[in-house]
């Protein structure tokens, strides 16, 4: 069963190593862009660490061409550095496309959610759920599970599918109390409706089976071995200190996990090699920027990263700039238009410039490390609005990106393109730091002062976009070796099991679509 790039492979721990040591060795030379912070790119100057051709060139790109960078699509007229270096990205890059499941998992049958077991799912939620209790299900089957556990289950949507539409029987963990109550009451409500079609198709089979739901903060193995022990025919559990030791009648089990937060998809993958029960786990994780990281020296450690001997043994760190770059999406960013684009880049613009602000005017702000929260999206809401506004007060045309922004103020001003763009960008620039100061409960300033920042920093401000795509194009790989380092964890155990690492959504759609598969052989 082969899931890997054509140029490496993840079939056996030998394999991986070599994988892992390849990427380790690419992005070594690169930490100036994985260690980075865009917010501080005027205060430290970050353009300035590129190498300048390739700047040169980026420059003057259509923002559509380096949105796909990430992607690994270049273009023929680029420096012969700048193309090698983005494919080479690419080929270390473990392949995101969506697997065939059925090539995979034999007899798999993805099936469409009707409209009772989809209630409150958007499209996304909807496609993932569909995939995952397909292949949970399948593999369920496969190992002869009798009951399968949902970690990090939230609102209960794929614990609910394995147990309605499946017959499974589950067990739904979450760390959110009112997750719990909203799980139950959801159940409750798809309970009613299996009833009554039971009851008028099917009257001697009964009465569905409902996800038993537990409400622990879940971020240890102990603590989840615990959990994992219950029978899974108690009633629902708010207090798992009230959970038996080890069940008597012993119950086999698989843990699977739909996005389980940072280190709660590295503790499910922990418990199935240490709890004998547990005879399979499908683990997607994310957010890798609330992973832990270290204790390299510390024998038994139970850090999120690195989880291999191999990763341990040869010193490798990331830090947190690098496992926030890992969650960046190059799916995402592949298929915006060009407006969405510029608006990125430009709010990436506005919020460095603020640094720059709380740098010279707030210096004591900045040893905390301050967050003004996603001023981004309201700003980018702001912009669409009056963008919309804008075309339907003026002439009729198909206007796009920082032209939408010249015609509006053309419209009712009437100055030069060049001078009203100028204008609106320092206006937008202002609104944002007034709001960012406002979160940070900071007293405002002046708007002379603003205008000084601004002008510092505009003429730098088109280097954002270049910069931006060149360091993004390094999530994907980032995100490769945090994925790889637990794919060899598992190898790692022996014949005793079979391990794979396989890309069940659309990346398009659910950019987190990696799954580690194992179970026990």
Partial sequence: MEDCSQKYSCRTAKKTLEWINAIVTFI??????TNAHVTNFFTHKLWQSIDPDWLHCLRNEPVQNLLLIPCGIIQEHWP???KEFVLDLKSLAFPREQAHLNKLFPGVNVVSLNSVLAQGMNFKKKHEVEVLSAVVSSIANSVGAQTIVDVGAGQGYLAQVLSFQYQHSVVAIDACSHHGTVMEKRAERIKKHYTAQMRKHYPEIGIPNVPKTITSRVMSIDMLKALTSMSPHIDNVKRPELIGQVADDKTSLIL???????DLSVTMLKTFIECKDVKAVVSIGCCYNLLSEGCLDIAGSQCGFPMSCGVKSAGISLGKSSRDLACQSAERWRILKEDAGLHNFELHAFRAAFQMVLCKYYPEIITSSPSIGRQGKVLRRQQQRRILQSSINCEE???SGSALYSHEFSCNGGTSGNETAAANKFL????FSQSGLSCLGLKSLQETHFHEIWKEAEPFAELIGPYWSLRAALGPLLETLLLLDRLLFLQEQGSSLEAIM?????????PRNVAIIAKRI
Avoid at 502 to 510: K, N, Q, R, T
């Fill in 397 to 399: 045309g198909d206007y």
């Fill in 502 to 510: 396989v890309p069940i959504f659309d990346p398009a759609l659910s």
């Fill in 256 to 262: 699977a996990g739909l996005h389980a937060c940072g």
């Fill in 428 to 431: 937008l620039f202002e609104k």
């Fill in 80 to 82: 012969a550095s700048l």
């Fill in 28 to 33: 070594k030379p690169y930490a100036f862009l």
